[in-house]
């Protein structure tokens, strides 16, 4: 099942919408047969469960008595949910607090219980000690194939293949001049050619370097698209939509997992621009859904689940950037929906044993849990938070016009042939990547490589071209370099970055969203980072200069080391990254672990405000809330606030002109009228009233568990026919002797629906479905049921008050 | 209106129970007068309120038209809370979003009106701006004059008598041997006998130590109790209070921010153990919410203030520690209630600006934003977890111990006599801390730098007693020191650091809840910085004269620096501060912060939850909670499962054997009718029903409005008389032309009351009042009214359910 049945063919899918009051038609077409998902979740297999009465008493508020007896004696199914469905939040931790309240009942009984009492409070922990070191592991695995597999576009090893061009040099026992140059490193014109130098060899390099990088990226295609579609993309938004309750089976399994590891490394190696931060994020999560079958109680329960994924995805973020403290804030800010304290606290352990992991893997070779390691000497001037805002003011345009290219090209793809061909597309851009990069040496090289080398700054014995500066050692005191005038290596190195950033821009926008893994953080960081510096050495040449110039006078006299162009650099980088992706305090946080130094955060934090405000002024979404919309997932954001003056009136099912709500009467209805209902309607669910006349709600009853029972009923208690009367209340009203015997359904019935009235304001609806994550409400006016809300009624419902088409919203 | 009359004397108070069933008689004594705080509540001065209608919706949900009205003309009084009130998180909101409808509705129009609307979107910002400069300047102003005050108990400078010990010695121009003993920093003695050496002058300085120690702290809490009774304490237990919706007039107020703000410098100065950290939130605290009224949209609503607040919170601490980023978490773990990712990122701000004006007021004189900057250099071996988490173990039962003793003793304060002799009992703690301070060095210094040295690492040049170790020079590299045998003045410093953890444990059980300012942060850590530096003295012996053993081979041979004491001081008082607050995620990166590298996370975090774990488990509440169930205040703890299972019939009201529910008819009563529910009864709200036969809900008509409009409509309105009939419908229905006309109270009326079914679980009832805020819910069975279950009802259940005296809790 891909993700582009998901996202790009099928007319819609069921989602969240546990009973609407239209009938539902959607198909949604899967690898091209088409399936009907309602009947999937609205027909229960029912030969699966036939072996008692489902005590399962789904919908609003429960956990109820009834609720102990299948937690001793589970049903298969029940309890459980089909596939792209909302979970009941309220429900789910109802099941736990039961679960939990058992267990500590029990632990009173015995010393094996109260043994499992404990083992049960600490699975938590083990659960999370067991993510980070699987995540630490398999990020440290992927970064060192990748920087391996990177450096193969270039050439190989003699001393070994499996070492990269560093390590290689490492190993090397002869003297060599230039540190990277060491002789057991062959360029391919070397090892094929015997000779480095010459156009020929160029060329042989340049048709290597591209046929390597067409080979990972086919590779990775084919496999994604072969045996594992959900391994596509950052998988953020799809994680972001799971958080939030949807059920999207197989997107955490192991098949996503080790598809998604495998191409992550071809697809960076492959040189297309894209970063390896946010698949990470979605391996992480995968591992944690995978090792939550380790625990019952994690296995079993979809709300704690989620718990368990906040912590991965904050593992995952942790691994990425070196960054625990950023990697909990950013599951925090940006991914998780639910977050209660307890599991920050989790969040921070898996997060910190990740970082640890990782860092004993030392996949860079140096000791440095971070990706970027920077260290500035220099303290900044307030001035110079004009041209950090500056920056911050590029980071919000190019975050915003990214955001709209991006998900016009992506929209493109979903409705025009171009999405049929995701191969050839990768083709075709891997090849123009490739093709474009090579002659720039700061294309050529690795993005997170480009992006350490902006954010350093120049040393005495820095070889790089962006440090050649006219030296003058008179003036040098220790390592501290003052500024000085750029030679012609700078501005070479200008140029190549100027026509680098033009390229990242623009080729950025067509990379993310195919099908192979792609993250979004690198790239934007690039693209940020060489603005930055392109800025920064503008205005480390004009201080040079013109230090007489009064804006200059008092802090940056003339052989001073005022500016440090490694800082732009990583303000512009933040800045971009902010635009792009919305974060705030994690995007200062994990750019404050990446230099550990409080003296940077200001810079920072001044130029993603601005980078935050210009984008917002432009467009409201990140691009992860976009791709959200895009995709029509059933995604409730909890940061906007919905601001329209409707009432819940407004939004309910029945419509004015819509047929009455279906409902079913306490203690009136025989079995067959109830058949009658539930083979003519789709409704996942029916209110239970009190009598048609009165319409006072009793209950609420799902449609599974009707049919479960009735079915039972029929073939294992006598006396139950067509005729019999169902009844929902304790006490069923007494019948002539001559009728035939009572079905009593009172146990599968609801009796603590949520209500609100007629009159409420659908702001509150709204927070209510938020806070409390409820799948659907009834709506009743002076204490007699007029409708019912879904969850899907309020997507629609925001999604018209937003000027958009509803259906197109959420069913594309 | 002091603390005492909150917590001590008074038999209860009116909380958030909006409405109850029970009469209310609970009288609250305020210095020595009681008063009917029931009557404040309930009897609305008319007079201020006869300008029309109240069309304030107050109750469960609303948000509706016919609060725009009251946007645009508010009446004096509405809209507002008593004291002693839980405020409705819902209605609050909800007229936040009419005001910023109403602004963005308004934008359209006019330039003006556009400006208006990005102003009040920015105003927020503004305000932190403001927050963090005044907190981080009265921040500074604190630690200048505690400074100045500490060091004046032991003398003065003759350069300038403003100056400090340090200062002094930086301003002299002589040369001197010893680092702190220049000629111009005169001890009392010196100056009063000339000389500052043999018994006699020692016995002058230990009489002007506990002299001035003594001046000090009465002056203190005669501030406290004539000006400002709520400023003493930490202020954090109330903080929480308050920021969960709880009013508390005063305790923000300005009067407290002035004495607060000088009690503190003085109750730190004479030396009790006592910190500064808890009472700068409080201050912090002060400041935001008198910030507020620069701004209407802050002024006047109660819940975005409160989101003021826990970004105040956020400044405190990170002006408290020099830590930003554990500030806001501290805030977003410990204090806050309603904690959305706006003020996530507000807070940050807040806290940056906060910590930058302290470092730019620079009162440790040394560039450092943290106040223990420590810098360590060697790695810790995984082997060291054990000693680390033994300090964990410690740390828990030092808080178990110190919660248990403190709540004890502050329990004793106010049920016996105690507690009516605030001055005394200061004077009595004072003189005995300050005569068993003043011979032990390790006392006698201010205890942040106590904590400072224990902190710190041995180098080369240290001439502290804690680094006399024998020296052998030979095997010395660089600045690393290797791990030495301890000389005599190591010997000495742990007899004596033996003694001043005995003393600090003991003294501070009795010192932190006084009638002074005072904070646990600093003494907690302290007592485990002490311990950690005693184990680690102990380690490193061990490891240096049995370096043989198996357990140091292969990672601490002779000559090797293995151990840091310092760093086992520093997981010491992360363990003890831990095992007292219970804080964890905060905790750690405070002290991450303050140290500054990633290193150190691990023994940290083993030590805190240990600590945690180990607390937990011999009591669950830590000291802030504690201290808030001891003084009764309304607290719905966001942390805490409910995990019985009872259900809302069990804890609505009214109760089986009590009269029925007083209901009001929707069209079938009188103005006398109604004039006599609300004159025999006392409730701040009732029901509105159908009928009385059918008890079908309809609404909730708040007492206040019920009065005012019936008292307006008499006066104004012609032809309404006692017999009038009041109507709440729509329609009225039509009455014989002889009747007199009808009142028609529809706009008074919240038509979107919140519901719940008697069936419901508690637990999610409890979630219900926590996540929304409420303030009441009604209870309905089958569509008909029950019954009505209160904040105040569900605390008391909570209480009940925990086997404490409901009554003794929430009123004492």
Redesign the interface.
Known sequence: MGLEALAMDQKGYRRGSFQSSTSDEDMLEIAGASVDLSMADDDPPLDREMGGFSTYNGGG?????TMMDFLEEPLPGVGTYEDFNTIDW?RE??RD?DR??EI?NRSKESTWALLHSVSDAFSGWLLMLFIGLLAGSLAGLIDISAHWMTDLKEGVCLAGFWFNHEHCCWKSNTTFTDRDKCPEWKSWSQLILGYGEGAFAYILNYFMYVVWALMFSLLAVLLVKGFAPYACGSGIPEIKTILSGFIIRGYLGKWTLVIKTITLVLAVSSGLSLGKEGPLVHVACCCGNILCHLFTKYRKNEAKRREVLSAAAAAGVSVAFGA??GG?LFS??EVSYYF???T??RS??AA?VA??TLRSINPFGNSR?VLFYVEFHMPWHLLELVPFILLGIFGGLWGAFFIRSNIAWCRRRKTTRLGKYPVLEVFVVTAITAILAFPNEYTRMSTSELISELFNDCGILDSSKLCEYVNDFNSTKGDDLPDRAAGPGVYTAMWQLALALIMKVFITIFTFGMKVPSGLFIPSMAVGAIAGRLLGVAVEQLAFYHHDWAIFSGWCSQGADCITPGLYAMVGAAACLGGVTRM??SL??IM??LT???EY??PL?AAA?TSKWVADAIGREGIYDAHIRLNGYPFLE??E?F?H?T??MDVMRPRKNDPPLTVITQDSMTVEDVETIVTKTTYSGYPVV?SRA??????FVLRRDLIISIENARKKQDGIVSTSIICFTDYCPPLPPSSPSVLKLRSILD???F???D???M??VV??FR??GLRQCLV?H????LGIITKKDVLKHIAQMANQDPESILFN
């Open positions: 508020m429960n956990g109820k008595s309220v931790k109802s607090r939990h309240r500590t625990p403290i909990v925090l800010e209660p304290l307890k920050l606290w921070f352990f910190l970082a640890f849990l705030t305090v200062v946080v404050f672990e550990g130094g409080l955060i200001v934090m405000m909890a940061k606030e601001s003056k009432r819940a009190v009165s319409q006072r709600l009793v209950g009796l603590s629906p209500t609100v009235t009159e409420t304001p702001e509150i927070d209510i806070k409390l009743t002076n204490g007699k049921l």
